[in-house]
């Protein structure tokens, strides 16, 4: 279970990205966050994985207040959430088969375990005839992929995605929205920030929509509302 | 942690030392060329304490004693020189001896000594003494000074001062660029490693938010620094040997041997370059490894 | 006029990008380019940049063959084409306006056209609010519309876009491509990579889809098909 | 290339020495500790061929007369001598003289030479002769051995020898140290350099692609290049000099002075300073520039 209490965030230059956001999410539930470029989407997202603090209020992540987290249980706490991130954060020096094996490294998987689930993720998400080419010899929605499959490597419990499908055409991106879907009914709570209409509208889903840092909309099977 | 775990940071840190190449190479060469200069300072400091050290045992005292001193009162002088603190060598010369000495060492001149001989002899017996360090000369001359048959005691004040005062200015100044030039290396190996930190800051954010802990993203770091040190260390290592062993040749096959120079006897190689290496393991890998935790802990502020 | 002319491209690992392309653009046409993720679009851009050269074939720009171009001209060809990279490809340590500014320095423009221009651009994609933020300041978008900026800034007469709504909501995707059309109106030939479905099916433009490197179909007015 | 737009890369230059303030730091003080060692050992060389230059002065040929040589002989060997080359100082000492000069050498021991005086004086009239350079030694005692008036030659052959000896082995070795440094210097600027280039590698390669010309590239590194050579240099300049006159105070307040090492004198500062600092401007800023052309050339490549 998640829960933002009354949390807002002004950023250091003075901007306020988020404004007094109540929001709770179930295990297992599928939300999507929208709204226009700016309204304060990525800044939930970097709350949540406590990559910033709250100017103000409480983030309770799984019954435990994030502010009140220790240092050394931050690696651990992160490695229950897997993130794609808008700007995919691939290492350029390692190939998409290290950039997702790292990832497993990282809770000290065995090799084994790395040769058996790597390959199986990266497969999934369509990726396997890339597997030793580097950021730089990818397309933008083969970064993108890339992104994902490391976020799914270690079987999270909640899957954060902002944008994941940004760079990916019509078939891809369905393709993608497919997995996701599947891993949300495995049990996977999944919190997606997108802009891609009719993905929301036809998954029929949760939807959370963020204007200027506000929720003005917060509904079950929501739609994307334009507002414009 | 476990071994696996291990092995992947060796493999990172010293992976991370190829592919960038650019930046170890400059690492190591800024490491190297400090830990060379530190070894040629040292071997010259060393080379100047061995000189030191073979000039300090020169500086002697004589003791010229009345004429016509009796054989017994030599003899209880002798014994009790014998006891006295600090002297590494003594002889006593009596004046037939200092005669012919000088008749030896004026060659040439020689002929102008031609009208003494042992009955006329105008030279005193004499006592010449050793000292281990030029500290115990004063206190040799004031016993010296109490015997009664004693007619003067002479000893090069000017060689005691001068030596003592190169032993420490040497000594002082040695010290002082040897720590100028660690500083320096200090700066430069911290700084060179903050730049392989930074030039990786992408790759430890990343690692960040994907949840390793802190000691998980330190490791290669730290292996990386001190591996960096110990390569540098090496190569100075190497340098340092090589540019003696040049020296030792040099001066070994040089027209100087056999004259005035040829007292000034440099250390052989051994026992130079064990102390100077062991010190460049040393420095070269601490250096390596405070430098990799002062430039990483910057970058892993959350 | 933009020609390709049996062009392929095959990069260093053996990947065919591009297979026997041939097209020819007008001067002052708007062409959308659309495809799967990794059908080749981006290499396509990069080609008519010169940032890589063709395998086989050849690629003329008004009349000069890029291949015979000297090193010395090519600067000057490139300040002819403002591009948006689908990396937007900003510069981290300057800010949005000193990101445009540049642009504009590197051609020598004195510091009173900077200071005229760059504001009016920054106003034109709706940036004036962010002019002195950083990109890590940014919201994806926001970083996207500042790398629209810096395209238009040097008024080119080619506008190579690649993806250039990837990061977009939609109310602010229509009103960037209200921008881009008003460009090509102005003259301005306009070539744009995309897998935004809506934008490309609303404009009724001509839209050239590839698929694994091959131009699979060229049309006037033309929709985005799904292949699946 | 328009004025402002140099006025724009000189700011680049210099905002970039400030905004990557961690590798500006590094390269300054690589150039500054290689300068700051090249400066010290410039130094010691300077200094070294200083006291060489006085030694060699010193080298003295004594030509001893045979007795009751005739006054105008002697004059007329005064007017030869003087016309040799390489003579830097003579004078002519008579038996008489000698005798008192003896006198007064032998302090305590003269008494010895007290039987004699003008009448039975055992010593020689002499020449003493002292030439510029030791090359010139050889050819006076040649010249001064064909005098028939002449009883014997005599000059210091070892002195002579080892001074040649500690002149070229101390040049040979400074300059092998030099070097040594002198390309140490360069690689770890040169990497420094690179390493600038390369954490802005990203910049370089979006300012190619949107339409900068090479030397729009280039030369905001060439002047980061320069200012980091030149910054390190002063630096190095300034340690040296304080390292130096800090040797000259503590030399001049030591008790060595007045002693045998006081014929040593040290060279004044300003003498030291200027050509090193001379160099030092040099080789910052052309080892600065050519590292840049260096590094840069290999991200210009589209
Ligand atoms: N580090 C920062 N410092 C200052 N302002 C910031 C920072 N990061 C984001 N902002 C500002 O906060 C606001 C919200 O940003 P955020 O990235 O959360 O938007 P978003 O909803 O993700 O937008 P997009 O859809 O374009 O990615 C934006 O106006 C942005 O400029
Ligand atoms: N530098 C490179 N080296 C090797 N292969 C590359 C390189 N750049 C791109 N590729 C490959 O070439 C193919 C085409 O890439 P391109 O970037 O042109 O695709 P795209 O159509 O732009 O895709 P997207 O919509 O995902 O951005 C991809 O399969 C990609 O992996
Ligand atoms: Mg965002
Ligand atoms: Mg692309």
Known sequence: MIQFINVSKVYDNGLQALNNVNISVESGEFVFIVGASGAGKSTLVKLLLKEIEPTEGKIIVNDVDLSRMKRKEIPFYRRGIGVVFQDFRLLPTKTVYENVAFAMEIVEASRKEIRRQV??????????????????QLSGGEQQRTALARALVNNPSILIADEPTGNLDAATAAEIMKIINMINHRGTTVIMATHARDIVNSMKKRVITFRKGIVVSDKEKGEYFCED | MKIRTWKRMAGQGFRSLFRNRVMSLASISAIAAALFVLG??????????NIIAGLESKVEITIFLKTDTHSSDIKRMEQQIQSWEGISEWEYISKDEALETWREEWGDMAYLLDGYNSENNPLPDSFHIKVQKPEFVESVVEKASKFAAVEKVQYSKDVVDSIASI?????????????VLIIMAMIIIHNTIRISVYSRRREVNIMKYIGATDWYIRWPFLIEGMALGLIGAAISGGLTAGVYSLLLKRISSSPMQGNLLSQFQLLPLDSILYPIVGLFIMVGSAVGIAASLLSISKHLKV
Chains 1, 3 share one sequence.
Do not use: D, E, W
Not at chain 2, 167 to 178: D, H, K, L, N
């Open chain 2, 40 to 49: 040629l300072v040292m071997a010259v400091v060393m080379n100047f304490n």
């Open chain 2, 167 to 179: 032993a420490s200015t040497t000594r002082f100044f040695g010290m002082i660029i040897v720590v």
């Open chain 1, 119 to 136: 390959p199986a993720v990266l497969g999934m998400v369509g990726l396997a005839s890339k597997a030793n080419a580097y950021p730089s």
